[in-house]
């Protein structure tokens, strides 16, 4: 008998189950009773009447899908309008609108680098900005966490195009780059910074600008900036901001934009209604931060373990993977959605709750969101 190829994939799903990470599908209604405290909605606006509306009406009006890559048919005034709002928000030259924030990494990256030149990488960053660096053309050098040091011995001496890459807020535990920081390393070494802003546009910043923003460094020489429309804009997509000669040079070269069949129609409407709603109502995004920092201030006092979040992403530590998908488990079942990382997700091997806040949780649901994760913590959380 011919040996199966596939045996393979037996012995890892043995694997996984043995050491309790196993990873499921779990179908969500539209509409359901759990408080939740799982999704990146950090503003509420997934729902919010008038991004919904507009991406409806943008169905309507130009179809269901964009029919073709940007460079073809996929541009619609849609794509247009919202990259010009976009970078006059976050105070850069111009925007590029990608299909997913998975895809804007992996095209600033690998479009921003070169064979002979060096990346820089912070070693907790987003699995999509190491893809792109693996998927470069270049040296990489993996650098401890939110280490300014780290990456200025990295790029000491470095004669060639070098390209510093880090989140701004980091998604596993909530907290924050040293951004002011490496930035005045890259500029000493003339390297570039590149910022992944997923988890700062809506949150951080004047109005939720983004940590760029709050840093001073929206528009600054050198820097490039990422962020996804699927957090604090309620709806699905990337971009990639920065210098107009940066985005030019993108639109020619990044093959994620060149070859990818371009956003939605109807995800670009409801993002730049979302957009437009963030401006007009600025205070959500402190309302957010401050949702955040009540979670941690009640469970922290309750003896369990949560870094203290720098944005809108906390995490609670679980003694084991195991633990952590129990825990989580009877938080569902109590009616809190909450997320559950677990190695391989982690970089540090320690299995968390991962806890997102939003800005429209009213105090009673903190309340029982907090009683919940407190009467459920498993043995050893404490």
Request: include cysteine; charged fraction near 20%.
């Amino acid at each position: 008998m011919p040996r199966d190829p596939f045996d393979w994939i037996d012995a890892r799903a043995e694997d996984r189950r043995r050491a309790g990470l196993v990873r499921t599908l779990r179908p969500r209604p539209a509409e359901s009773r759990l408080l939740d405290l799982a999704s990146n909605d950090y503003l509420g606006l997934a729902r919010h009447p008038e991004v919904t509306d507009a991406a409806a009406r943008a169905a309507v009006r130009w179809g269901a899908g964009s029919t073709g890559s940007r460079l073809v048919t996929g541009t619609t005034e849609l794509h247009a309008e919202l990259e010009a709002e976009l970078a006059a928000f976050c105070g850069f030259e111009a925007a590029l609108v990608f299909a997913t924030g998975y895809a804007a990494n992996l095209a600033a990256v690998t479009a921003l680098s070169a064979p002979g030149s060096l990346i820089v990488s912070d070693a907790a960053n987003h699995a999509s900005l190491i893809d792109g660096c693996r998927l470069a053309r270049a040296e990489t050098v993996v650098v401890p966490h939110r280490d300014p040091g780290a990456f200025h011995k990295a790029l000491d001496g470095h004669g060639g195009f070098a390209l510093a890459v880090t989140d701004s807020v980091f998604s596993v535990d909530g907290d924050a780059a040293p951004l002011s920081q490496l930035a005045a390393v890259c500029a000493e070494s003339g390297a570039a910074l590149l910022v992944d802003d997923a988890h700062g546009l809506g949150v951080l910043g004047d109005g939720g600008r983004g940590a760029l923003a709050a840093a001073g460094l929206s528009g600054a020489p050198g820097v490039v900036c990422t962020v996804t429309l699927s957090k604090s804009l309620g709806s699905q997509g990337g971009a990639v901001l920065g210098p107009a000669r940066v985005i030019e040079h993108l639109v020619n070269s990044a093959r994620t934009f060149i070859f990818d069949t371009g956003l939605a129609p109807a995800s670009a409407a409801g993002a730049l209604a979302a957009l437009r709603l963030l401006r007009g109502e600025p205070g959500r995004a402190a309302r957010a931060r401050a949702v955040a920092r009540e979670l941690h201030r009640r469970l922290t006092a309750a003896g369990l373990d949560s870094a203290a979040p720098d944005a809108c992403v906390l995490s609670v530590r679980a003694p084991q993977p195991q633990a952590a998908v129990r825990w989580a488990a009877d938080c569902r079942a109590a009616g809190i959605a909450v997320g559950c990382f677990r190695p391989p997700s982690v970089p540090d091997g320690i299995s968390r709750l991962r806890l997102s806040a939003r800005a429209d949780m009213t105090e009673s649901e903190i309340t029982e969101a907090c009683e919940v994760i407190i009467r459920t913590a498993p043995e050893g959380s404490r």
